[in-house]
């Protein structure tokens, strides 16, 4: 049974940073892609930051050069660090892992991963 455990989200005014911690049980952080989603209330979910076993990343237009993901494979964590956050940044994340391995590439279907609960993000402005 993989489980994703995400932590680290709070409230923050804008400008402030967060780090994202995504600790996996049952999947190790090399075996595929894995992600950062989140959704806003009314809003589909959508891909913020992914990272391949490769350690190819890739970001939504809205958070380059502000978010970056990355993973400490020797403790078997993914992280994401939060910059310059804005009132636009609020949305619950998800941490999110490819059902499929060692896929040479992220898929952008929610349906393509295993999820986390969600941790929630808040900007004040």
């Known amino acids: 049974q993989v489980q994703l455990v995400e932590s680290g989200g709070g409230s923050v005014q804008a400008g402030g940073s967060l780090r994202l911690s995504c600790v996996p049980s049952?999947?190790?952080?090399?075996?595929?892609?894995m992600g950062w989603f989140r959704q806003a209330p009314g809003k589909e979910r959508e891909g913020v930051a992914h990272?391949?076993?490769?350690?190819?990343?890739t970001y939504a237009e809205t958070v380059k050069g502000r978010f970056t993901i990355s993973k400490d494979i020797a403790k078997n964590i993914l992280y994401l660090q939060m910059n310059s956050l804005q009132p636009e940044d609020t949305a619950m994340y998800y941490c999110?892992?490819?059902?499929?391995?060692?896929?040479?590439?992220?898929?952008?279907?929610?349906?393509?991963?295993?999820w986390g609960q969600g941790t929630q993000v808040t900007v004040a402005s």
């Open positions: 999110a892992a490819d059902r499929f391995d060692s896929r040479n590439y992220c898929p952008r279907a929610v349906t393509s991963y295993y």
């Open positions: 990272i391949r076993p490769d350690g190819y990343t």
């Open positions: 049952g999947y190790i952080v090399t075996r595929s892609c």
